[in-house]
């Protein structure tokens, strides 16, 4: 559809380790001597995204173990978030909350606020460049020790404000149910940092309940399986609890059958408060463009619903309330420029 692509975008669910390029990875192995089993970005694909033989989101994340050798140290954290605000530019987003799990990238010395730093640093220099507004979200991984998600809870708070704006918890959520998880985000709580929560992707409604009742969560990531549960699903409709959907990756993990059985254009019309991300632009070989298209073709979202769809993610942004103003100001700019009114 026309104007999909320059259509101003925000992306709220995204991981860094899951927008990593290929030119990039075929860069650090080169730099680090550390041998690639493809020599040229085409051949290196298969290893970073999935294809159709993806049954589970436990396969989805199989990809994320070849990638994350190479994210160990300060510059390649930095390298990897600067290019991510790079591709969110070339898609036309205004803002972008970039979220990864530092836990993951400290098998090489570098400490949890080691992490967060050198991937706010990375955003801001992006930020600087190319215009886009970029915070992080630090992740806490469900198959994790809760020591060590407490710690990561912990050092979030250092960054509070300066360039972190909230915690998560994502990983394999059919195996690790998110009530072991209370005593985490009650810290989260008591520290005042906001958080989502991945819930009702791998696992049904139940798991979105227990992120919103028992761990307090303030949007929900996916969220796609609420209709499991529709006294749930009233519930978050009369809440407005913000879902952050990414219908790729959430066809690709089968936590939806497929494209033709994907609630959104329901949920719409219900009235839930929806957002559309990536989740993984290189996993899942997609951009906000893509899903945006998506949309348009399969479910007849028009340019101006796909631009709620944008405000709505504005609107539930981890922001202080006068950045979202301003933001909101430029939004509308851009709409107005555009000639879309909504
Ligand atoms: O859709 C998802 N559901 C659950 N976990 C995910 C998803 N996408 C990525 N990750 C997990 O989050 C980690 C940090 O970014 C990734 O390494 C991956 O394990
Ligand atoms: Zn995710």
Redesign the pocket.
């Known amino acids: 559809m026309h104007l999909i692509k320059e259509l101003p975008k925000v992306d709220l669910h995204l ?4 927008g990593i390029l290929p030119s990039t990875i075929l860069e650090l192995a080169a730099a680090s001597g550390a041998s690639l089993p493809a020599s040229g970005t085409e051949g290196l694909l298969p290893y970073m995204q999935v294809d159709a033989n993806c049954e589970s ?1 436990v396969d989805y ?1 199989e990809k ?1 173990n070849f990638v ?1 050798p190479f994210l160990q140290d300060r510059e390649s954290l930095k390298r990897a978030a600067f290019e991510i605000v790079e591709s969110a530019a070339a898609d036309n987003c205004i803002y972008i909350e970039v ?3 530092p836990l ?1 990238h400290i098998h090489k010395g570098l400490t949890v606020p080691d992490a967060i730093r050198s991937v706010i640093e990375g955003l801001n220099e992006g930020e600087a460049r190319y215009g886009v507004k970029a915070r992080v979200i630090a ?1 806490c ?1 469900r198959h994790q020790p809760i020591d060590d998600n407490l710690e990561v809870v912990r050092a979030a708070a250092l960054f509070l404000g300066k360039g972190l704006v909230a915690v998560d918890l ?2 394999d ?1 059919a195996n690790h149910p998110p009530a072991r998880f209370r005593e985490v985000f009650a810290l989260a709580r008591q520290l005042g940092i906001p958080y989502t929560i ?1 819930a009702g ?1 791998a696992a049904g409604a139940d798991s979105i309940e227990e992120a919103i009742e028992g761990l307090g969560a303030v949007r929900i990531g ?1 969220g796609v399986r609420l209709r499991e549960n529709p006294a749930l699903l009233e519930v978050v409709l009369a809440r407005q609890i913000p879902l952050e959907l ?1 219908p790729t ?1 959430n066809i690709q ?1 089968k936590a939806v059958s497929g494209w033709a059985d994907y609630p959104i254009r329901d949920y719409w019309d219900r009235g839930l408060l929806l957002t559309v991300n990536t ?2 632009p290189t996993v899942s070989g997609t951009s906000m463009t893509g899903e945006c298209e998506a949309l348009a073709e399969r479910f007849r979202f028009t340019i101006e619903e796909l631009a709620s769809l944008m405000r709505n993610a504005l609107n539930v942004a981890f922001l202080p309330a006068n950045e979202k103003a301003a933001l909101r100001e430029e939004f509308d700019r851009r709409l107005s420029a555009l000639g879309i009114a909504i």
Do not use: K
């Not at 991981?15 to 899951?18: I, K, R, T, V």
């Open positions: 991981h860094l380790d899951g989101l994340l994320f994350l979220r990864f799990a993951l992740i991984m994502a990983g959520e991945h992707e996916h990414c990756s993990t989740d993984n």
